[in-house]
Every structure is written in structure tokens, then in C-alpha cells.
């Protein structure tokens, strides 16, 4: 214009571009899976015969009338032929990574032993996290500051425009680390619905009070892709972030968790290591844990111990 006046936004002068992240809200979906997403040779679990090989749909006929039906295998080559309204009772194989699970046999009873065992299991999981949540309940946790402008600079630079659940849930967890309990909160979301990005700002608000973030994942590879991402969204401020993994050498793991100990770290991500005996923390104030079911019943147990008076996402 006449008087050559050029105005920039923040973004434009940091080379920022503030982007809109389209995202449809979740939708209630059907308890029972869609048999399009299964792929001919991948495993799957009927709720009755256990554990068996999926080899596509064929139709059968059934007392003269054709029917569609799940072919699967089990063990000693038995097949066995599920209808479409009984695919309630079949499920994919969800296993630990690397697993491989054995085909079961019909008849046999290896699946009910399962079974019972398991119910157990869960019992005593239950049992241990009752005692847990009360105890969590009358201990006094960590009750963080409210927000700084430290922190209402580090969000404002996140590129995209947060969606309306990720502004509800970051409210949620800010109400829950500034409350005099330890917190307790599930954040769930499919892929790309920007769930690390809230897990960031929640650890972000924890170190700026000092206490150590610890943030566990199940594979080396998430913890480095975790790594990267905290450190470029937290490289304009003195937050010291570390990484423990098989990825690190030994002489790096030790000097890692010495640093632990000594509370010269703010940010460490780490696999399962951060549970070995040897590691410490100087003070813990917020556990992130990404994907638990992926980790085992010792690797739980530790976990266990670590949440009494910690806040837990």
C-alpha cells in the first residue's frame, strides 16, 4: 500500500506454517470386527476352539442352503467352518511383537487350561489394581504450577490447529496435574489424531516445576521416532532430553542412567530398559506410557511400583 507496510505473522518470520489438521470425530463402530480386514493366512482366536490359521470365506451348504463361512485351521489339519452370524465369537490374534502362537487342537483341552488361566490372571490384576487406586487415593501426589508463558509459547508453535478433542483433552490433563492427586488418565486415538503432541505439552508443564518426565514405549524404534519429536518441538528451550535404548551404547546407557539418579536429565524415553533394576529417578513426576498392553507381567509389576504417588498418561 502508500505507506509500504508489510505485516508478518509469527509463523511467517520462524518459517512456520499453521496448518489445519482435517479430522472426522470418532464414530461409534461395531463390536464385532469386519471380516474384510482379515487377510488369508493371518491368525485368529474363536472365543470356543482357541487359536487358528484364517484361509478366506468359502461357501458351505447347510442342510441344502448355500451359507458364506470362515474357513480356519487348526491343528492336525482340522478345519473348521464359522457362519456370519457367529462372527462374534472370532476374533484377530493379538500377540506381543514376535510372537508366534501355536495352532490349537479341537478337542484337546490346552485351550480351556488357557482360558482358566488367564481368568485368573485378570483376577489378580484386578485385585492388585483395586489395592493400588486406593492407596493412590489417599496418598498426596505432585500439584503442578498452571501454565507459564513458556508454555503458551512452546503450544502456540505447534504447526497444525488443534482439533476439538485434543483441546478437550489437554484441558482434562492439565486440570489433572495441577489437582493435589496423582493423576490417572487414558488417552486413546487412532493414528495421527495427535495424541504425542498432548503427551509433549503435559510433560512440558511437568519439567518446568523440575520433576523428571519419563515417557516408556514397547520398541526402539517409537522410542527414537519419540525421541526426535520431543526434541524439536522443545529445542527452543533448556529441556534436556535423553534417550534409553538398545540403540545406545553401553557406555551411553551408563552415563544415562547416572544422570538419572542425579536428576541432570528433564525428558528421558526409553523401551522396557527404563525398568531394569539398575535405573533410578531422582524425582518422577509424570510416567507416560505408550501402548502398556504391549508390555509383560514383570515389566507391569515394576510399573506398578513406580505409580504409587506419580502421575500416570
Request: glycine content about 6%.
Amino acid at each position: 500500500n502508500a505507506e509500504k507496510i508489510v505485516v508478518l505473522t509469527a509463523h511467517e518470520l520462524f518459517n512456520r506454517r499453521r496448518m489445519r489438521a482435517h479430522h472426522q470425530r470418532f464414530r461409534r463402530r461395531n463390536l464385532t470386527f469386519d471380516r474384510s480386514s482379515l487377510k488369508v493366512g493371518e491368525m485368529v482366536v474363536h472365543a470356543e476352539y482357541g487359536i487358528g490359521r484364517y484361509e478366506g470365506l468359502r461357501t458351505v451348504k447347510v442342510q441344502q442352503q448355500p451359507r458364506e463361512c470362515l474357513r480356519i485351521r487348526y491343528a492336525d489339519d482340522v478345519i473348521l467352518y464359522i457362519k456370519i452370524d457367529q462372527f462374534n465369537l472370532v476374533e484377530k490374534y493379538s500377540g506381543t511383537e514376535g510372537s508366534k502362537p501355536t495352532l490349537s487342537k479341537i478337542g484337546g483341552r490346552e485351550w480351556l487350561k488357557a482360558k482358566s488361566k488367564t481368568r485368573k490372571v485378570l483376577k489378580d490384576i484386578a485385585d492388585e489394581l483395586i489395592k493400588l487406586y486406593a492407596k493412590r487415593k489417599i496418598v498426596r501426589g505432585n500439584s503442578f504450577s498452571k501454565d507459564t508463558l513458556w508454555q503458551g509459547e512452546m503450544e502456540s508453535s505447534f504447526e497444525f490447529i488443534e482439533t476439538e478433542d485434543q483441546i478437550e483433552a489437554i484441558r482434562e490433563i492439565k486440570d489433572d496435574l495441577q489437582a493435589p492427586h496423582p493423576m490417572d488418565r487414558l488417552l486413546c486415538g487412532d493414528v495421527g489424531f495427535g495424541k504425542t503432541e498432548v503427551a509433549i505439552r503435559a510433560g512440558f508443564k511437568v519439567v518446568q516445576d523440575s520433576p523428571l518426565v519419563a515417557i516408556l514405549v514397547p520398541t526402539t524404534i517409537l522410542a527414537q521416532q519419540h525421541y526426535e519429536t520431543f526434541r524439536e518441538r522443545l529445542a527452543a528451550f533448556p529441556v534436556k532430553i535423553a534417550v534409553l535404548s538398545r540403540f545406545r551404547t553401553k557406555s551411553e546407557q551408563k552415563e544415562t542412567v547416572l544422570e538419572l539418579k542425579e536428576g541432570n536429565v528433564d525428558v528421558v524415553i526409553g523401551t522396557q530398559r527404563l525398568l531394569s533394576k539398575d535405573v533410578g529417578f531422582k524425582r518422577l513426576g509424570l510416567l507416560i506410557i505408550d501402548e502398556e498392553h504391549r508390555f509383560g507381567v514383570r515389566n507391569k509389576e515394576r510399573l506398578k511400583q513406580m505409580k504409587t504417588n506419580v502421575d500416570v498418561l
